[in-house]
Nanobody, 119 residues
Framework: QVQLVESGGGLVQAGGSLRLSCSAS????????MGWYRQALGKQRELVAR???????SYADSVKGRFTISRDNAKSTVSLQMNSLKPEDTAVYYC?????????????WGQGTQVTVSS
């Protein structure tokens, strides 16, 4: 099992910045990809950004050029630097870890952290 704990959400004005962090514990050696998803009120959860163990990152088109995902394998952490925030970025942000086991893959989720961007 993998446990994920997020921190860093909050309220910010449009154009501002926030940094989210997520710390993993447990069976961390099994973790392959880590990432951030978000879910706005009344909408489905969507991928924001993810990063492989080797550091290859990918982003949703809506955040490209504004958000940066980073990962520290030694500390088992993943972070999301969010710049030029927009009101439409308002959502609950969830840390995700995709772990690979002998019998298959499994997703683990953090508890979520609220990000609110005021206009």
């Amino acid at each position: 099992q993998v446990q994920l704990v997020e921190s860093g959400g909050g309220l910010v004005q449009a154009g501002g910045s926030l940094r989210l962090s997520c710390s993993a514990s447990g069976s961390i050696a099994s973790i392959a990809t880590m990432g951030w998803y978000r879910q706005a009120l009344g909408k489905q959860r969507e991928l924001v950004a993810r990063i492989t163990a080797g550091g290859s990152a990918s982003y949703a088109d809506s955040v490209k050029g504004r958000f940066t995902i980073s990962r520290d394998n030694a500390k088992s952490t993943v972070s999301l630097q969010m710049n030029s925030l927009k009101p439409e970025d308002t959502a609950v942000y969830y840390c995700n870890a995709n772990a690979i086991y002998t019998l298959g893959k499994k997703d683990f989720w953090g508890q979520g952290t609220q990000v609110t961007v005021s206009s």
